[in-house]
């Protein structure tokens, strides 16, 4: 019978961890706001079991009454050691592909700086279809939705960070509208389909007296009009 071989666990054991950036890790930003369990299980379940690529996942609890969507991004891309971000809603469901979901977007990362997935049920100032169920990513001036898309950090510097002036709904936007203004736009991966609820979590705070969806709507459509017209004079 074989002795184990104590000093080849030991080695490994003080292996050190390859650093991020070397292996391009990837960290998954998810903003838990008032979500039932049962989807953002499905949610992060899905994460866990369909993504090949190196990845952090950072849930944030991000309730009514503290920080808002721009301020909780700004404050994880600041904190975070990677210098890929990719940003998820928890109703939003990656499906098993080869080569995986993150994999794809990651190819075009380095030249385009940001990558969108095809989606569903998309709103607000993004909403390209009346089709509740057609998958659509972008309207037709080229403004994605936020429910999920990935990053190359280095860019906040040169185009901005998120606008801590939105709440809940609209940064996205502002920011796809930057995008589009400083870099071209968006690289779009149709290969990517990710399934989207689409406001699951906001029309439940809604419905329990916690949160204003149409009033946050409004200040978002309103926001966004001014800064978009300011930024083209």
């Keep these: 019978m074989n002795k184990p071989n104590l ?27 008032n979500e039932a ?22 849930i944030y609890d991000n309730r009514p009454n ?12 600041r904190e975070s050691p990677c210098e890929y971000i990719m940003f998820i809603d928890t109703d939003a469901f990656v499906e098993k592909t080869k080569p995986c979901w993150l994999t794809r977007m990651m190819e075009d990362i380095d030249d385009k700086c940001v990558v969108v997935p095809m989606g569903d049920k998309v709103g607000g100032s993004n909403k390209a ?25 280095s860019i906040l510097d040169k185009i901005g960070w998120f606008d801590e002036r939105f709440n809940l709904y609209g940064q996205d936007s502002e920011f796809a509208f930057r ?9 779009y991966r149709e290969d990517v389909f990710i399934r989207h609820l689409g ?3 906001a029309r439940k705070a809604n419905e329990e007296g916690t949160f204003d969806r149409e009033a946050d709507h409004l200040y978002a459509n309103s926001l966004y009009r001014i800064l978009t017209k300011q930024s083209n004079k």
């Excluded at 049962?38 to 992060?44: F, Q, R, S, T």
């Design 7 to 33: 000093k080849k666990v030991k080695e490994m054991a003080d292996k050190p961890f390859p650093p991020d950036k070397k292996v391009r890790r990837v960290e998954i930003v998810m903003l838990k706001f």
């Design 37 to 58: 369990p049962e989807i953002i299980n499905e949610c992060i379940n899905r994460i866990v079991h369909y993504t090949e690529w190196p990845y952090r996942l950072t």
């Design 66 to 77: 503290t920080s808002n969507t721009s301020k909780a991004w700004n404050k994880l891309v």
């Design 129 to 153: 279809t009346g089709a509740k169920d057609y998958p659509s990513f972008r309207d037709q001036n080229g403004i994605w939705s936020g429910f999920c898309f990935l990053i190359k950090k």
């Design 179 to 187: 995008v589009l203004k400083h870099l071209g736009g968006a690289q």
């Design 199 to 201: 406001g699951y979590s």
